[in-house]
């Protein structure tokens, strides 16, 4: 049976000494859960470099470091361990093992590739769980939407990837979000924390996503969580805007406040909430903000754009 030697201290960067008579920190031999098919499988040693996240609880703690064979001591290779504690996050941490398992065709391009998952208990923290992932680079820190192009449609890709195999997030959010480079250059981002997921998604979206198009309505758009994570990564120019007491296209929007004005006096019937009995000073001006607005919102995500968070 293959074992995960956990270190009792997980201080970062762990004891400075070895304790008297080991040839390194104290560590309990977690099993692996499935003790059948790596039965064959070595022990492992592993080496923690960083708290990523804790939870309030402590009972919740996720590391990145580097885990290595004791058959071959010299050759490593860079994890992310989730770790829990206790008999419910235990059972929480089984079900979202159980979701890796259903997303194993896009581990490694949507979600990152599991490598093992752990479960026993040592004596000081009693019941334990190890669940051992790739390391596929640091969550967003910033807001998703203050990210290059390329870094926001990766992140509403990797849903859309996640999807297709049945499996609804439920937590989309910048946190969950881990990012980095392939080798040939490219962003690639990957969702993490499966813990709320849902399993019998029937997604119904088919489609593409036109990027800075008008947002659809979301009565047309046929998968919520898709539609909520493209807002927010504002891959869409806004569907609608206010004016005159109503709402208008946005592409009416992309003209003169002249032009404005008049396609919204030809379609006067079609917006019966749009109040225009005024001067036609005062409804030109009203028209002209609106213009502004939407040419605000587009110098502001060309700058965002060009001025965008890295992920480097």
Not at 6 to 22: A, E, F, L, M
Not at 84 to 108: A, C, D, M, N, T
Not at 236 to 248: A, N, Y
Request: hydrophobic share 40%; glycine share 6%.
């Amino acid at each position: 049976m293959s074992y995960l030697h956990w270190p009792r201290d997980t201080t970062i960067p762990g004891p400075v000494q070895p304790s008297p008579g080991v040839m390194g920190p104290i560590c309990d031999p977690i099993p692996s859960f499935y003790s059948e098919i790596d039965a064959d499988k070595p022990e492992l040693d592993i080496t923690l470099t960083e708290l990523i996240v804790e939870r309030p609880d402590g009972n919740t703690q996720v590391f990145r470091g580097r885990w290595r064979a004791r058959s071959h001591p010299t050759i490593e290779k860079a994890v992310v361990f989730k770790v829990v504690y206790g008999e419910r996050r235990i059972r929480s941490l089984k079900q979202e093992e159980k979701v890796y398992h259903k997303l194993f065709k896009v581990q490694g391009s949507c979600v990152p590739r599991i490598q093992g998952f752990f479960v026993g208990e040592t004596p000081e923290e009693g019941d334990i769980a190890v669940l051992v992932m790739e390391d596929c680079g640091s969550a967003l820190s910033g807001l998703l939407k203050c990210y290059s192009l390329d870094v926001r449609k990766a992140a509403v890709l990797a849903l859309v990837g996640v999807h297709r195999v049945g499996v609804r997030h439920r937590d989309f959010a910048e946190r969950n979000l881990v990012a980095s480079r392939a080798s040939d250059g490219r962003i690639v981002v990957r969702l993490v924390d499966f813990e709320d997921a849902q399993t019998d998604h029937a997604c119904s979206f088919k489609g593409r996503i036109d990027i800075y198009a008008a947002a659809p309505h979301p009565s047309t758009f046929a998968c919520e969580e898709l539609y909520e994570a493209c807002q927010v990564a504002d891959l869409w120019v806004p569907r609608e805007l206010m004016l005159l007491g109503g709402h208008v296209p946005t592409e009416w929007a992309s003209g003169t406040a002249e032009e404005l004005l008049q396609k919204v006096k030809n379609a006067a019937s079609r917006f019966p909430a749009i109040k225009y009995q005024r001067s036609a000073e005062t409804l030109l001006k009203e028209c002209a903000g609106v213009v502004r607005l939407l040419q605000k919102w587009k110098n502001t995500r060309i700058y965002l754009d060009k001025a965008s968070l890295s992920i480097d």
